[in-house]
């Protein structure tokens, strides 16, 4: 069954420190992999994608097929990292996007 | 460009009562999503539309839900009856394709009493 897995309901770092949010996922295709961010009163948005390869406000996610994880690093946190997590799995044909239950990061002065 | 665009934000209602949900997808994004979101967990999926058609509504429970997405534009969730269980934000999306970016609204946030 497909299926996302976030391991830490809450994570609380101090600011300057590494972070770390995990994910692992299960789907027997070729997946995609996705981590949604939600500030404070704002809507659930993108804030990475593993095909991108891309680093947003210093994040980065490497998809390791091996370990079937994708997770979440930033190497120096900072306070308005505070957010809730989630990663999200996709795949080819429509297959539709899921979600694991998230993370809560709070980054602590 | 004002994004996804739900209404109403919040609904109270008593069991039994009928509610409804309102979803504006960005301008030419053919695929629509509702998620519902329990109080500690992800989206779930309920229902996705490629333009008109309702493609994957596997987890729609169809006894009470219902769903329309006319002309492939806007698209409307409904409840009849709700539950004290159907307390939780509904959430629309859109995206262009099927596995790309999804696109979030605010959500509707409804309470059960």
């Known amino acids: 069954a497909q299926r996302v897995t976030q391991p830490e309901k809450l994570l609380s770092v101090f600011k300057g420190a590494p972070v770390e949010l995990k994910c692992n996922y299960s789907y027997s295709g070729s997946p995609e992999l996705f981590w949604y961010v939600q500030y404070s009163r704002q809507r659930l948005q993108l804030l990475l994608r593993?095909?991108s390869r891309e680093s947003i406000k210093g994040f980065t996610a490497d998809l390791n097929k091996g370990e079937t994880s994708f997770h979440l690093k930033k190497p120096f946190a900072q306070e308005e990292d505070s957010a809730m997590y989630y990663c999200a799995l996709s795949g080819t044909g429509g297959f539709k996007t899921i979600f694991g239950a998230g993370t809560r990061l709070f980054v602590k002065a | 460009e004002a994004g996804v665009v739900q209404s109403p934000r919040y609904k109270i209602i008593e069991k039994k009562q009928p509610v409804a949900f309102w979803c504006n997808p960005i301008s030419g994004h053919n695929t629509l999503y509702w998620y519902l979101q329990n109080l500690g967990q992800g989206p779930e999926l309920l229902i996705r539309y490629e333009n008109e058609e309702a493609v994957d509504d596997s987890q729609l429970p169809k006894d009470r839900f219902s769903a329309e997405r006319l002309k492939g534009v806007d698209s409307t969730l409904k409840i009849q009856p709700a539950e004290l269980g159907d307390s939780a934000v509904y959430l629309c999306?859109?995206?262009?394709?099927?596995?790309?970016?999804?696109?979030f609204g605010e959500g509707s946030r409804l309470t059960v009493l």
């Open positions: 593993h095909i």
């Open positions: 999306a859109s995206s262009l394709d099927r596995a790309g970016e999804l696109f």
